[in-house]
């Protein structure tokens, strides 16, 4: 008791010699919490830099969909079911039988800099296509033949003559000088988003290895196991892409379809752990249908539709050899003997080639199946799919043109350009689990 009242008498001396001192501290040091925090909510928060690696090739004409989403500064925008509809354009019309269509903007649009919109000012750069504006906030195009896809190309950011968008953000591109794209930003009073371009999956995970990214989206999901251990990983199904089995019509060996009817059913397994496709257009879209012939594996039909041993060649890129490889084990009989070959780009001559088909957002496809096309990719020339190709661009009505597109789909799985097999999965990886609230905002 005696040390505990020594304690106190010291306590009590000493708060009486320094009580001012004490309390004039503690006052100043609120005073300065307080004002500095006031300060501090009012300044300007500087732009952090996220920085995003993107794995693909890309041009000014062709930025990646996510990105045109996510700017949401295009006339149109594309819906769930990837409909072209209303955005910075409230409406529009379309007269001539198809060749004009006039877009009414919206009312009190502002550039990026806060200027107002006028549709004057607005530059477009379309080949073969007149653009004038009528109004302050009415935009003509005439195009030279009627297409019916014309909609969904116009989901593209609006620029003026100064680079500038409708959007909250700027954006500016680095490019090759072959065109080819090598970073895009985004930049807005709150935020600045810079992607990088990597023409491979490798280099964009050798670059987070390097702490250069902070994120990176669309990663082929083979990198699940190699990326967890430093990584938060979300994964899911990309159906703007799917892997397809693609057969050369203008080899002897291929040119019946029964004997590509007998390579496919003689596939086992078509979706190789991953989500199954069944065409070619997305199965999200308007125009989807899965009302189609398909090809369990079945070995009396194999040998119906294949009467004497066939070799065959296999291409395919380097990703994508472990899944030819397993193709060759189910095809190799004593019918159907595979070799594989690994190629760098689609080949101009093969035989098979297992590639990765990107899905266009409109169920257009004339340029890839098409026999009149250099950019066929089976060289078929089947009259049927021909005619529904020509026949679906020029239709304007939308139930129509889903009545052609159940056709071709039809007619697409029996004569079999190509057998489609799944859509793969596909990951995004980031630092933490909390970057993947920037992801969201891109996605």
Same mark, same amino acid.
């Given at each position: 008791?005696?040390?505990?009242?020594?304690?106190? &008498?010291?306590?009590?001396?000493?708060?009486?010699?320094?009580?001012?001192?004490?309390?004039?501290?503690?006052?100043?040091?609120?005073?300065?919490?307080?004002?500095?925090?006031?300060?501090?909510?009012?300044?300007?928060? %500087?732009?952090?830099?996220?920085?995003?690696?993107?794995?693909?090739?890309?041009?000014?004409?062709?930025? =990646?969909?996510?990105?045109?989403?996510?700017? !949401?500064?295009?006339?149109?925008?594309?819906?769930?079911?990837?409909?072209?509809?209303?955005?910075?354009?409230?409406? &529009?019309?379309?007269?001539?039988?198809?060749?004009? #269509?006039?877009?009414?903007?919206?009312? !009190?649009?502002?550039?990026?800099?806060?200027?107002?919109?006028?549709?004057?000012?607005?530059?477009?750069?379309?080949?073969?296509?007149?653009?004038?504006?009528?109004?302050?906030?009415?935009?003509?195009?005439?195009?030279?033949?009627?297409?019916?896809?014309?909609?969904?190309?116009?989901?593209?950011?609006?620029?003026?003559?100064?680079?500038?968008?409708? %959007?909250?953000?700027?954006?500016?591109?680095?490019?090759?000088?072959?065109?080819?794209?090598?970073?895009?930003?985004?930049?807005? =009073?709150?935020?600045?988003?810079?992607?990088?371009?990597?023409?491979?999956?490798?280099?964009?995970?050798?670059?987070?290895?390097?702490?250069?990214?902070?994120?990176?989206?669309?990663? =082929?999901?083979? #990198?699940?196991?190699?990326?967890?251990?430093?990584?938060?990983?979300?994964?899911?199904?990309?159906?703007?892409?799917?892997?397809?089995?693609?057969?050369?019509?203008?080899?002897?060996?291929?040119?019946?379809? !029964?004997?590509?009817?007998?390579?496919?059913?003689?596939?086992?397994?078509?979706?190789?752990?991953?989500?199954?496709?069944?065409?070619?257009?997305?199965?999200?879209? &308007?125009?989807?249908?899965?009302?189609?012939?398909? #090809?369990?594996?079945?070995? %009396?039909?194999?040998?119906?539709?294949?009467?004497?041993? @066939?070799?065959?060649?296999?291409?395919?890129?380097?990703?994508?050899? =472990?899944?030819?490889?397993?193709?060759?084990?189910? /095809?190799?009989?004593?019918?159907?003997?595979?070799?594989?070959?690994? @190629?760098?780009?689609?080949?101009?001559?093969?035989?098979?080639?297992?590639?990765?088909?990107?899905?266009?957002?409109?169920?257009?496809?004339?340029?890839? &199946?098409?026999?009149?096309?250099?950019? !066929?990719?089976?060289?078929?020339?089947?009259?049927? /799919?021909?005619?529904?190709?020509?026949?679906?661009?020029?239709?304007?009505?939308?139930?129509?043109?889903?009545?052609?597109?159940?056709?071709?789909?039809?007619?697409? %799985?029996?004569?079999?350009?190509?057998?489609?097999?799944?859509?793969?999965?596909?990951?995004?990886?980031?630092?933490?689990?909390?970057?993947?609230?920037?992801?969201?905002?891109?996605?």
């Amino acid at each position: 008791m005696k040390k505990i009242r020594e304690n106190i &008498w010291f306590i009590k001396g000493f708060l009486n010699k320094y009580s001012k001192q004490i309390f004039s501290s503690i006052f100043i040091t609120l005073s300065i919490y307080l004002i500095g925090s006031f300060v501090i909510t009012r300044i300007p928060k %500087s732009n952090r830099a996220i920085k995003v690696g993107i794995v693909g090739q890309f041009s000014a004409g062709q930025l =990646p969909s996510f990105i045109l989403d996510y700017l !949401n500064a295009g006339l149109i925008s594309i819906n769930e079911e990837l409909e072209p509809v209303p955005n910075i354009a409230e409406r &529009w019309d379309i007269q001539d039988n198809g060749n004009t #269509y006039i877009f009414y903007l919206r009312p !009190n649009l502002k550039w990026s800099d806060g200027t107002e919109v006028l549709a004057s000012d607005i530059k477009f750069s379309i080949p073969n296509i007149t653009v004038e504006a009528q109004d302050p906030n009415i935009l003509k195009f005439k195009i030279p033949t009627k297409f019916s896809p014309f909609l969904s190309l116009l989901n593209i950011p609006l620029l003026n003559k100064s680079g500038q968008i409708i %959007s909250d953000y700027d954006i500016s591109l680095k490019q090759k000088s072959s065109g080819v794209i090598t970073q895009i930003t985004l930049v807005s =009073p709150s935020r600045k988003i810079i992607f990088e371009v990597y023409s491979t999956a490798r280099q964009a995970i050798t670059a987070y290895k390097l702490g250069q990214l902070d994120l990176v989206l669309g990663l =082929p999901s083979e #990198y699940s196991a190699e990326i967890s251990s430093y990584a938060s990983v979300k994964k899911y199904t990309n159906f703007n892409q799917e892997v397809m089995l693609i057969f050369n019509q203008t080899d002897p060996n291929l040119k019946e379809k !029964n004997i590509r009817q007998g390579i496919a059913y003689a596939i086992k397994d078509t979706t190789f752990g991953q989500t199954q496709a069944l065409t070619t257009i997305n199965p999200n879209s &308007w125009a989807f249908s899965p009302l189609i012939k398909t #090809y369990p594996y079945n070995p %009396s039909r194999i040998r119906e539709l294949i009467t004497s041993p @066939v070799v065959l060649e296999l291409a395919t890129n380097p990703e994508l050899l =472990p899944i030819a490889e397993n193709i060759k084990t189910q /095809l190799d009989s004593d019918m159907i003997q595979i070799n594989t070959k690994v @190629v760098t780009s689609n080949p101009d001559q093969f035989q098979l080639l297992l590639t990765t088909y990107n899905v266009p957002t409109d169920p257009d496809q004339y340029r890839d &199946w098409h026999s009149t096309q250099a950019t !066929n990719i089976g060289r078929g020339a089947d009259e049927k /799919l021909d005619k529904l190709l020509e026949d679906s661009r020029v239709n304007l009505d939308q139930k129509e043109r889903k009545r052609i597109y159940i056709d071709f789909q039809k007619t697409f %799985s029996e004569e079999l350009p190509a057998l489609v097999l799944y859509h793969p999965s596909i990951i995004d990886i980031a630092r933490n689990e909390a970057d993947f609230d920037i992801i969201s905002s891109v996605r």
